[in-house]
T-cell receptor, first 113, second 113 residues
């Protein structure tokens, strides 16, 4: 069985400040990990994903995430927040099995001037 | 644009009615997933089809059913609708399964009055 926990349903950051969104997972097998972003009234869009190899993954829009197996975490960061980063962010975990793709509850990011 | 199309964009209907949501996956993708997104439940996985066959079931009610046709488009049928079925319904597609990136459509917003 697998599960995803996103810490903090709402995060407020100042423009130019660090964005840090936390995601912890549990999985009985090596996981594949994803971060998706959802802008208002739109579908989800992939930011980045970890499958194998380098544990620091770079994605679109300046985001990156680091897979830490010992901490079962896959936190998302961006050094400097932009107003356009205001959106909801979802962490997801999958395994190499059918349909085992689970999303976290989501974190709403608000960027203040 | 993810390449996944969903119709209709909006649907307003009454309790007890039946509706059909349609999804066309990205060219070349064999897997189709359906999700329900609501304020109280978050993003819930409903069902997955791969190349015409059901592969995984999530939190899908018995009043709901889906199928994937030979041309790989998919339909989600919702019957005996209740007020609580009001939600955004997303379709996503991927090449195969599990670890593959899912590409999301823009969603169908269902309102049950």
């Amino acid at each position: 069985a697998q599960s995803v926990t996103q810490l903090g349903s709402h995060v407020s950051v100042s423009e130019g400040a660090l964005v840090l969104l936390r995601c912890n997972y549990s999985s009985s097998v090596p996981p594949y990990l994803f971060w998706y972003v959802q802008y208002p009234n739109q579908g989800l869009q992939l930011l980045l994903k970890y499958t194998t190899g380098a544990t620091l993954v770079k994605g679109i829009n300046g985001f990156e995430a680091e897979f830490k197996k010992s901490e079962t975490s896959f936190h998302l960061t961006k050094p400097s927040a932009h107003m356009s980063d205001a959106a909801e962010y979802f962490c997801a975990v999958a395994t190499d099995s059918w349909g085992k793709f689970q999303f976290g509850a989501g974190t709403q990011v608000v960027v203040t001037p | 644009d993810s390449g996944v199309t969903q119709t209709p964009k909006h649907l307003i209907t009454a309790t007890g009615q039946r509706v059909t949501l349609r999804c066309s996956p990205r060219s070349g993708d064999l897997s189709v997933y359906w999700y329900q997104q609501s304020l109280d439940q978050g993003l819930q996985f409903l069902i997955q089809y791969y190349n015409g066959e059901e592969r995984a079931k999530g939190n899908i009610l018995e009043r709901f059913s889906a199928q994937q046709f030979p041309d790989l488009h998919s339909e989600l049928n919702l019957s005996s609708l209740e007020l609580g079925d009001s939600a955004l319904y997303f379709c996503a597609s991927s090449v195969r399964r599990g670890q593959d990136t899912q590409y999301f459509g823009p969603g169908t917003r269902l309102t049950v009055l």
